[in-house]
């Protein structure tokens, strides 16, 4: 039987290295579009080097990437994000987040659904963030998050009578690596911020992946156009 191929973008570490772990125990082969190679490779991925920056390369590598497999999966994780506050946004600042956060999202869809279309089926997961309800120092990031959604439930619109669903899962505060370089375990201020979250602690990576696992299964074929909030509960009554 052959497994089939997920592609996610920023899968060499936080939530992506989650989810490519996830995908890849529950039978998929994974290509980890990143900048950067993960530090300990898995069997079963194949890491393409792309600077999702740079259109013409994000278009250069998925039309080679679909000219060699068949690919019905794509999970858009990677993301960019740069904290200011109103007066310190630059329109250079603006324009690279959203190259990263929705340009290359778009272009990946473009270059893998004639291959969707073909099979009558396709799963596309955009990985949003609960800063597009707002959050301060947020203005690039949390536009580009926002503008996510509404292109998943735009894209969800366009596909679903091709078999394609597209969604979008958009976490709360998870412990990766960065999180816990800014926020330490044990640190009042972590401390505070897990107390304010419902169910009372930060959230883990493979929490954010079993919710891309199940958005992506074959029986998740009547959910299309869909946010949902891995949060703990952070982001109920919020917007």
Known sequence: ????????????????????ARLLQDGYQVVNFSRGAPAEPMPGETFVS??????????????ELAA????????????????????????QA???TLAVNLVAPLLL???????????????VVNIGSRAALGKPGRTAYGASKAGLVGMTRTWALELAAAG???NAVAPGPVATELFNQSNPPGHPRTRELAASIP????????????AVAMLLDERA??????????????????A
């Open 94 to 96: 603006l324009q690279d």
């Open 50 to 63: 792309v600077d999702l920056a740079n259109a013409e390369h994000t278009r250069q590598a998925v039309a």
């Open 164 to 166: 394609i669903t597209v």
């Open 1 to 20: 039987m052959n497994r089939p191929t997920a592609l996610i973008t920023g899968a060499s570490r936080g939530i992506g290295r989650a989810i490519a």
């Open 68 to 91: 060699r497999r068949q690919v019905l999966h794509l999970v858009n994780n990677a993301g960019m994000i740069k904290v200011a506050n109103i007066e310190q946004v630059s329109d």
């Open 109 to 123: 869809l473009q270059g893998l659904l004639p291959a969707m279309r073909q099979q009558g089926y396709g799963r």
């Open 221 to 238: 074929g009547f959910i299309t156009g869909q946010t949902l909030y891995v949060c703990g509960g952070l982001t109920v009554g919020a």
């Open 199 to 210: 169910v009372g602690r930060i959230g883990r990576p493979d929490e954010v992946a079993h």
